[in-house]
């Protein structure tokens, strides 16, 4: 049964507290962090971005599966903040692991869920034996408008995922997609910023696609919530995951370890995908992982997956996202933000 | 291989000269010279200049020169080698003159650096492309990692270097043609902005425009042109690695030492001869290599130099009388030739009140990019 | 930066692929075609580690103008266990807190761009490294 072989993931170091972005635009921290459920997020440098992000959760994923790079036969990076609007961040990324040039390369772009959508176009052709491993790459760097709900969660980072048939850490069980048009959150092309429909990216949006994907997910591979240790879902603020979990009959001990976005934000493409590497860190052989991303615009993808014996003996050879996210730290002022995502006016 | 000696010099004062363009501070040290010398042509034309390409758009500056000095048909090369295109040119009208080819030669170098280019970045061209400026090092940048590798070894400190500044600034108020004619403290260079950790803003030299020139004829004619010529009784050149990485030491200056090396071996003096020199101070930790590397202190001992006087006017070799780059400034090009003529009136007495009481033999010390050219030449009054 | 130029540049900048030369065992990096110790050609392709030791580092206050935003940043020479030595960006931490000795990890990360039309340049930089060796 083909699963995950590798994974890995990568936040930047650099932090800025929801307080100090409220402070800045005289919000008051606190209904601001108890309306979100949102603590602080990561940053950027500005030497930083999707590829960078891409490359460094890729190599860990490629040290947990022990394989030799250039046997990878496909790369796909799912993201929203490509650093080119016509250039691929894939093609930088094989490059730097030393993947090319035996390979297949494409960009994929749906608001938060292109991480797994690469995820899955990646298992599809590991399962129909086109390639013998396959990596699908959730990452972004978004950018949240200045004084808008999504400055204090919009925040930068990613996981990667390779896919084979042999020995992998964790089985795919089942896949299943849910998909409508739906013009929740946008940004058209030379806007700087994304524009939303405000509460309309609550019940029609979000939970309407991360409660029916699960809802399918669990009908048809006959499970139910209680068979999960794990379930993670896209993670757009604090608040989201928590209620669909609930709603969907998912206690808070599943939902913990996924649940990063107080302290990371929402890293867009490499939410939920981050989520899992965390859930992955920690895993049991046997225990059952539910997965709903859901990306704006709109879909979900679910998948559930079984841990396998491998799983203990391999992740320790790349970093682990709990200590990415505790490890050392810095905490930027509002100045030194505004400079790192580039939101300081400048002639080009 | 014939004798060659200096009989006149020309140059302009130094600043941020806004009212003149390259060629005018071209033409105006070039003339300067020439009528010094009493001459209306030369057979040979050397300029030193870094790179009028970058900082005014103007390459192919030989002819360009040749023809607004009105010297249209003589034959004329452009001389690079970054900071030491002045030396390197001076090099070059030497070996013209003293392998018979040419009679007389003018030696200039000129730089304008102020016409709105970015200082910075163009300098930052003299350091390695791919693995140095790349990764967004500055000049001052490379610097600093010498002064901090030299002060980690060494235990020199911020104010051993200020000391150097403080030096230069005693000596250039001395001088009208420089561009910062004022003493500072030590004070002054230790609360001046850092511009490269350990390196601050008076720790460095300016940014400038200006052009000096030197008239070379073979000595046996030289009491044609001038009762006091001055002869170059020595020449070295050397490179060294240009990377800092590549350096075995990044605290020792090889091309320059190498440099030293052979102009002293073809001179046949040592540096205990010399008894004025000016030495190529780009940021205050150059002229503390520098010294090392000419062998006028020991390895370890060049910080200490300037703050217990040695090098000072009075002291046991007096570096830098002309105020050095600090305070004379550097316009990149020129600063090469800059040193000969204050060399050439020091061993011909009259270089005032900076003046070194019997200096005979000077050293001039030219230094390109963070030290991966050198050249030093050895004078001494005829 | 021109494209042929940034892509010959694509081996060492991306994968830290250096030159040992079979003779002397001296390490370059970038690679060379004669080696700076012994004359040698005969130049092995080796990659490096992604660990390495700061020899002497400054923070550069007074930037290029395409540097401008990241500025104050910390370039140091760095060390590296195969014997390489190369100019490297150290961040990820105040700048002043990158000392001789300190021990970084190499990371891939955009080195330069430019401005908002041109291609984005790559490479690796130090950060403070997470393990010890």
């Keep these: ?96 692991l030393g993947i090319q040039p035996d390979v297949h390369v494409a960009d994929f772009e749906f608001a938060c869920k292109a991480g797994t959508e690469a995820m899955f176009v990646a298992l599809g052709l590991v399962e129909a034996g086109r390639v013998r491993y396959a990596m699908g790459i959730g990452a972004d760097t978004s950018q949240g408008a200045p004084g808008d709900a999504l400055e204090y969660s919009a925040s930068a980072g990613g996981a990667a995922f390779l896919f084979g048939e042999a020995d992998p850490l964790a089985e795919v069980v089942a896949t299943y ?21 405000g509460r309309f990216t609550g019940e029609p949006s979000y939970f309407a696609h991360v409660l029916s994907a699960t809802r399918g997910i669990l009908e048809r591979s006959g499970h139910t919530p209680a068979d999960f240790r794990f379930a993670v879902f896209h993670m757009p603020n604090g608040k989201f995951p928590l209620a669909a979990g609930k709603r969907l009959g998912f206690t808070r001990e599943q939902l913990e370890v996924g649940w990063l976005v107080p302290v990371m934000g929402n890293t867009y493409s490499g939410s939920s995908p981050t989520g899992l590497a965390a859930v992955l860190d920690v895993a049991d052989p046997d225990d059952l992982v539910l997965l709903t991303s859901f990306g704006s615009g709109a879909g979900s993808d679910s998948f559930i997956f079984r841990v396998t014996d491998l ?38 | 291989m014939r004798e060659v000696a200096i009989v006149a010099a020309g140059m302009t004062r130094f600043g941020e000269l806004w009212e003149s363009s390259l060629r005018d501070l071209f033409v105006e040290a070039a003339s300067d010279a020439m009528r010094n010398a009493g001459v209306d042509a030369v057979d040979d034309i050397y300029i030193g200049n870094m790179s009028g390409g970058q900082f005014v758009g103007q390459e192919h500056l030989a002819p360009l020169m040749a023809d607004h000095l009105g010297l249209a048909g003589v034959g004329a090369t452009r001389v690079e080698s970054a900071c030491a295109s002045g030396g390197a040119a001076l090099r070059l009208g030497y070996l013209s003159v ?35 400026a790349y990764h967004g090092i500055t000049f001052p940048g490379l610097y600093a990692l010498i002064a901090r590798a030299y002060m980690e070894r060494y235990g020199a400190t911020e104010e051993d270097l200020a000391w150097v500044a403080v030096k230069d600034h005693a000596h250039g108020a001395l001088n009208p043609k420089a561009q910062f004619p004022r003493k500072i403290t030590v004070e002054d ?18 940014v400038s425009d200006g052009a000096a020139a030197v008239i070379l004829v073979p000595l046996e004619e030289a009491s044609k042109y001038t009762d006091r010529p001055v002869r170059i009784r020595g020449v070295g050149q050397a490179t060294g690695s240009m990377a800092l990485a590549d350096r075995e030491d990044p605290t020792w200056l090889d091309a320059v030492a190498a440099a030293a090396e052979r102009a002293y071996r073809m001179a046949g003096v040592g540096p205990e001869d010399i008894q004025v020199a000016e030495v190529h101070d780009c940021f205050s930790i150059a002229e503390v290599c520098c010294i090392e590397a000419l062998g006028f202190v020991e390895r370890g001992e060049g910080a200490a130099a300037a703050r217990e006087g040695l090098t000072a006017l009075g002291g046991r070799i007096p570096v830098n009388t002309s105020g050095g780059l600090k305070a004379k400034g550097h316009p990149v090009g020129a600063s090469g030739v800059a040193q000969a003529i204050e060399i050439f009136h020091q061993l011909r007495g009259e270089a005032g009140e900076r003046q070194v009481e019997g200096a005979r033999i000077g050293l001039t010390q030219n230094m390109g990019g963070s030290g991966a050219s050198a050249v030093v030449h050895i004078f001494e009054r005829v | 930066m021109p494209s042929p130029r940034y892509w010959r540049e694509v081996p060492g900048r991306y994968r830290l ?48 103008d395409e540097f401008l935003m990241e500025a104050p940043y910390a370039v140091a020479l760095l060390d590296t266990p195969e014997g390489a030595r ?25 080195i330069r761009k430019e401005g908002d039309t041109g291609i984005r340049c790559y490479g690796h930089k130090g950060v403070p490294a997470r393990t010890q060796p």
Excluded at chain 1, 40 to 64: C, F, H, Q
Excluded at chain 1, 177 to 197: L, V
């Design chain 3, 17 to 64: 692929e250096a030159g040992r030369c079979e003779d002397c065992g001296k390490v370059s990096f970038p690679a060379r075609t004669i080696c700076p110790s012994c004359r040698g050609t005969n130049i092995a392709s080796i990659t490096l580690s992604r660990r390495a030791t700061v020899v002497t580092s400054t923070v550069v206050r007074v930037p290029p």
């Design chain 3, 86 to 110: 190369f100019m490297a960006q150290v961040v990820d931490c105040e700048p002043e807190e990158v000392v001789p000795g300190m021990e970084v990890e190499l990371e891939f990360r955009l």
């Design chain 1, 1 to 96: 049964m083909a699963g995950i072989v590798g994974y890995g993931a990568y936040v930047p170091r650099n932090r800025i507290r929801a307080e100090e972005i409220a402070r800045q635009w005289g919000k008051d921290p606190v209904s601001i962090q108890g309306g979100l459920l949102l603590e602080e997020k990561t940053v950027p440098g500005l030497d930083e971005d999707t590829v960078t992000i891409s490359v460094a959760a890729a190599r860990s994923a490629v040290a947990r599966a022990g394989i030799d790079p250039a046997e990878i036969g496909a790369l796909y990076v799912g993201s929203e903040s490509h650093p080119y609007a016509v250039k691929p961040t894939g093609t930088l990324v094989v490059e730097a």
């Design chain 1, 177 to 197: 997609s849910y998909t409508t048009d739906t013009p929740d959150f946008w940004r058209r092309e030379g806007a700087f910023y994304p524009r939303h429909g």
């Design chain 2, 98 to 132: 003293a392998s018979g080819m040419s009679d007389v030669v003018l030696v200039a170098g000129v730089e304008k650096m102020t016409d709105g280019a970015d200082a910075t970045q163009v300098l930052a061209t003299a350091a390695d492309q791919e693995t140095e």
């Design chain 1, 311 to 348: 799983l203990p003996e391999r992740r320790g050879r790349a970093p682990f996202v709990r200590d990415m996210l505790d490890g050392p730290k810095r905490y930027l002022t509002y100045g030194q933000y505004a400079k790192y995502r580039e939101k300081i006016i400048r002639n080009s």
């Design chain 2, 189 to 206: 260079v230790l609360s001046s902005t850092m511009v490269s950790d350990p390196l601050r803003l008076l720790n460095c030299s300016p």
